[in-house]
C-alpha cells in the first residue's frame, strides 16, 4: 500500500498488514495512521443478450385501383342571336324660315363664335422684323452721315503720342544744361501729360469732339509757360543770355495742334 506523509508530503510504501497502526514518517519523523484497505468487490460477469423477437413486415398486397369518372364531351356552344344595326338614315334637314330670297332655297347658317382665343401673332411678327430693319436702317444712315473718321482718329493719335513724348524732351536749356517739361512731375508738364492719355483714350473712343477740350488744354499751359518765360527773361538780362528754349518746346505745340485738327476737320463722306 502506498501512502503520502501529510506533512512532507512524500511517497511511503506499507504492508498491508500494518493497516489501521500509526507510524513515524522516516522522512519529517512526522505520525502517520496507516488507513484500512478498502476491499474491492467483483464486477459480476455480464450474461448474455436477451434476444429481441422481429416481426416481420406483411407483404404488400396490390393497390387499389381508383376508379376513373369520364367527362362528358362538351357539347355544341349556344350561338348567341346578332341583332343587326339600323342602316342610317339621311340627317334631318330642319329648313329657315323663308327670307327675302327665292322660295324653296336652303339658307347656310354661319357657325357659332368659338370661346378659344385665335392665335394672331403673324401681325406681331411682321412688326418685329420691320422694326428691326427701320432700326438697321436707322443705324446705316447714322453712320454714313456721320462719314470716315479714319483721317481724324490718325490725326488724333499722332497728336496724342507727340505730347506724351514731348513732355520728356528738352524744353529749357541752361547753358549745357537741358530741363524737360515734367521736371520730376512739379512742372506744368504734368497737365499736358494727362490731357495727352485723354486725348488718346478719346480717339480709342470715337468721342472726337471731346478732343476740343484737350488739344486747347494743352494749347494753353504751353501758351502760359512760354509767357511766364518771357516775362522771367526780360526782367533780367542775365537770364537771357543763360536760358533758352530748346526744341521740345515747338514739338509740344506740334502735338497740340494736330489734337485740335483732329476735332475740327470734317469727316470725309463715306463712298
Known amino acids: 500500500m502506498n501512502i503520502h506523509c501529510p506533512s512532507c508530503h512524500q511517497l511511503l510504501a506499507t504492508h498491508d498488514s500494518m493497516a489501521g497502526q500509526t507510524v513515524a514518517c522516516p522522512h519529517c519523523s512526522q505520525a502517520i495512521q496507516i488507513p484500512l484497505a478498502t476491499p474491492v468487490t467483483p464486477l459480476a460477469a455480464p450474461g448474455p443478450a436477451a434476444a429481441t423477437p422481429i416481426t416481420p413486415l406483411a407483404a404488400p398486397g396490390p393497390a387499389a385501383a381508383t376508379p376513373v369518372t369520364p367527362l362528358a364531351a362538351p357539347g355544341p356552344a349556344a350561338a348567341t342571336p346578332v341583332t343587326p344595326l339600323a342602316a342610317p338614315g339621311p340627317a334631318a334637314v330642319t329648313p329657315l324660315p323663308p327670307g327675302p330670297g327665292p322660295s324653296g332655297a336652303t339658307r347656310v347658317s354661319p357657325l357659332p363664335p368659338s370661346p378659344f382665343p385665335i392665335a394672331t401673332d403673324r401681325p406681331t411678327r411682321r412688326r418685329s422684323s420691320s422694326r428691326r430693319s427701320t432700326r438697321r436702317t436707322t443705324r446705316y444712315s447714322t453712320q454714313a452721315e456721320k462719314g470716315d473718321d479714319s483721317t481724324n482718329r490718325l490725326l488724333g493719335i499722332c497728336g496724342s ?16 544744361l537741358t530741363m524737360d517739361y515734367f521736371q520730376d512731375g512739379a512742372g506744368d508738364g504734368v497737365i499736358v501729360l494727362i490731357l495727352a492719355v485723354v486725348s488718346f483714350i478719346c480717339v480709342l473712343s470715337g468721342a472726337l469732339k471731346a478732343l476740343w477740350f484737350t488739344g486747347i488744354g494743352s494749347m494753353g499751359v504751353l501758351l502760359f509757360t512760354v509767357i511766364h518765360y518771357q516775362m522771367k527773361v526780360s526782367e533780367s538780362r542775365m537770364l537771357s543770355a543763360v536760358i533758352s528754349i530748346d526744341w521740345g518746346c515747338p514739338l509740344l505745340f506740334v502735338g497740340a495742334a494736330l489734337v485740335i485738327a483732329a476735332a475740327a476737320k470734317p469727316m470725309a463722306p463715306r463712298q
Open 161 to 176: 503720342l507727340i505730347l506724351f513724348v514731348g513732355v520728356f524732351c528738352p524744353f529749357f536749356s541752361i547753358g549745357r
